[in-house]
Nanobody, 121 residues
Framework: QVQLVESGGGLVQPGGSLRLSCVAS????????MRWYRQAPGKQRELVAG???????NYADSVKGRFTISRDNAKNTLYLQMNSLKPEDTAVYSC???????????????WGQGTQVTVSS
């Protein structure tokens, strides 16, 4: 019913930039909070950045000042601008969203498949 599809990952040199996108499609009445998570090999998944429907943002300490989360509500799209990338940013980045399918149901949590980001020289 709802799909989250990420794009924009790839291989980039240290110090470089990437912009991730996550498009939500399907039977969508409204979207509340949206978030980016990442998981590196052998590590637990961690929250990278979050953005509420009201515009409140939060970031992991490791990405503050380098990453910017934003959204286009008209396009049901979430973005993550990543600058000054470091090798330790290498991970699979996944989109997460609280989606309401109609006015009669509550918000439910959805995940995308993820996109690989590799930072290496």
């Amino acid at each position: 019913q709802v799909q989250l599809v990420e794009s924009g990952g790839g291989l980039v040199q240290p110090g470089g930039s990437l912009r991730l996108s996550c498009v939500a499609s399907g039977t969508i009445f409204s979207i509340s909070d949206m978030r980016w998570y990442r998981q590196a090999p052998g590590k637990q998944r961690e929250l990278v950045a979050g953005l509420s429907s009201g515009g409140r943002t939060n970031y992991a300490d490791s990405v503050k000042g380098r990453f910017t989360i934003s959204r286009d509500n008209a396009k049901n799209t979430l973005y993550l601008q990543m600058n000054s990338l470091k090798p330790e940013d290498t991970a699979v980045y996944s989109c997460n969203a609280e989606v309401r399918l109609s006015v009669r149901v509550r918000y439910e949590n959805y995940w995308g498949q993820g996109t690989q980001v590799t930072v290496s020289s």
